[in-house]
């Protein structure tokens, strides 16, 4: 089991900081950054802000303690038209797509870095819990704000659900020691201040009454803000060294790591129910050498579906 955990490359490490109502995740995405961003080679800027969508939903997705799949959906009138990025408590996997408006490959590949605003343009972000058909869908829905998908996250958690929030995110590519190929990497680390466990979560802001509270928030705030993207992405500083080098002043306790996954939820039949609802003449259109091909947008799997002639 110990040998198994020392392995654990992709995963959510949960963590309580102190006696206080400060909790959070650092999360580490190896094989399975790789894994979702070699399969879309997108340009660089895009690959880099699909990966921080897709460390910053296993972190909430992963805290959650029911089943459900936690949606991040990011849409804009910018060069990127939207990013969407998922995590399913059931089978803790994540997976992440996004979506170029035409012809704007070149002007994302000149981005600096995940410039979400720059990338997105004017529009929405959207957070949703979906936990089945026997539930209400979570939404809660902002308007585009924030340089960075990490501080349009902040003021999301902020200011619509008044949860004390301060994520970082890091997304690279680097070699592994005894590796010579470059790798996608990435990497966060979320802390937000919520009270009663199982409570309300929009109390976070009310109960930061407290002088001591308001002091070790402070605290916590201002250390994750300094966490470079290098802390984040080095294979060799473990998460549990990162947070001890952060709380150990307020003393930290970590939780049982979450193993990460990739899995996307396309399949053969689940395809063939959407090419149902086509019309014949519809899917004439669609035939090319004799079937009619659909990649799935996540996971950039091909189906291919024969068409008798
Ligand atoms: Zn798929």
């Not at 206080?20 to 080679?41: F, K, N, P, Y």
């Not at 080095?234 to 990739?262: A, C, Q």
């Amino acid at each position: 089991m110990s040998e198994q955990k020392q392995e654990m490359r992709d995963y959510v490490l949960p963590f309580q900081v102190g006696e206080h109502a400060i909790r959070g995740q650092v999360v580490c995405l190896d094989r399975v950054a790789e894994t979702i961003l070699s399969r879309h080679q997108f340009p660089d800027p895009l690959s880099m802000l699909v990966g921080e969508a897709a460390a910053l939903v296993s972190m909430l997705g992963a805290a959650l303690k029911f089943d459900g799949r936690f949606i991040l959906q990011a849409q804009g009138d910018g060069p990127v038209s939207m990013i969407v990025a998922d995590y399913a408590t059931t089978n803790r996997a994540v997976r992440a797509t996004a979506k170029i408006s035409n012809g704007k490959e070149d002007k994302i590949a000149k981005a600096k870095g995940p410039e979400f605003l720059h990338l997105l343009g004017k529009g929405h972000l959207c957070m949703s819990i979906d936990r089945g058909p026997d539930f209400d869908l979570y939404q809660g829905i902002t308007d585009l704000r924030g340089a960075t998908l990490s501080e349009a996250a902040i003021r999301y958690f902020t200011q619509s659900e008044q949860i004390p929030t301060m994520i970082k995110l890091a997304v690279g590519k680097l070699s592994l020691p005894g590796q010579e190929a470059m790798r996608w990497r990435a990497g966060g680390i979320l802390v937000q201040f919520i009270p009663a466990e199982g409570g309300a979560r929009d109390r976070g802001e009310a109960e930061l009454q407290r002088e001591e509270d308001k002091e070790a928030w402070a605290r916590a705030e201002a250390f994750v803000a300094t966490v470079a993207a290098d802390e984040l992405l080095d294979p060799s500083l473990s998460s549990e060294d990162l947070l001890y080098r952060l709380f150990h002043e307020d003393g930290v306790r970590v939780f049982d790591k979450t193993p990460i996954g990739f899995e996307c939820t396309c399949s053969r039949e689940k395809i063939a129910g959407v090419l149902d609802r086509y019309s014949d003449h519809d899917l004439k259109d669609m035939v090319e050498d004799g079937h009619i091909a659909v990649t799935c947008d996540f996971c950039r799997e091909e189906y291919k579906f024969p068409v008798k002639s």
